[in-house]
Structures are given as structure tokens and as C-alpha cells.
């Protein structure tokens, strides 16, 4: 990864400051209409706004600030793309598409059991195209 510079930096500063208190809202509304309470929690937008005020701001203000913020976010964003892909993926394939798989088999829906001759290859012969001009419209 490239050393980030002051742009970099800003951009990031700008997108925290900005979308930290969206999210905040975000999460409050979610918490208002599926939650239990009838009453609105104001407390998570005030936690994820004053934290995206306090990072964004001081990004924006003080360069090696911001660059220590860009560093950790960017190990956060690293973080999360570890635990997507060797956490969650494994559950959605065993816990999904394993069960699916087996339920297909035991149906008799598998096509791969379904094989009518036993050559050595699947591959089809075809005749070659009468005219070269086929090979640059191919549908």
C-alpha cells in the first residue's frame, strides 16, 4: 500500500465526519422500529456522532493525527475483510449450501447422477463456422 498524503487523508477525515452521524442515525432508527422500546434512543447517534466529530475534526486539522486515524481504519477495514472471508463465508457455505447439496442428492434432483452415457470426455464436436466473419459476431 502506498504511503497516503494529506488528499487521502481528507477524504477520509471528510467521509468519518460524515458518515459516522448517518450511521448513528442509521442505528437509531433501526433500534426505534424493530426494537422493544417505543421511545427513541438518542444516546447511539450521540456516541457515533461525537466520535465521527472528534476523528473527522481532527483529521482535518492536524495531519499526523489524521494519518495514525487513516492507519487504524484501514487496519479495521482489514480486519473485518478477515473476518468476512474466513468466518462468516465458511458458515454460509456449511450451514446453506452443504444441507441444500445433500437434500438435492437425496431427492434425485443432482444432475451429476443423471449421466446417460459413459464416454471418456463430455466434449462435443461441432462443425467449423463456413465463414471467418462468425468468429467476430459470435451472437
Known sequence: MNAPNQNN???LALKILIGL???GLLWTMIFRFLGSSETWNWNIMIVFSSIGVVLGVGSLSSFPFGLSVYRLWN???ALIDLLIVWLCLPLFYYIFLTPYSLLIRIVGKSK???RTHYASSYW?????PKNSRRYLQQF
Open 9 to 11: 487523508v481528507r477524504a
Open 21 to 23: 452521524p448517518l450511521a
Open 75 to 77: 487496519k479495521l477495514i
Open 112 to 114: 451429476f447422477t443423471l
Open 124 to 128: 462435443k464436436d461441432f462443425d467449423k
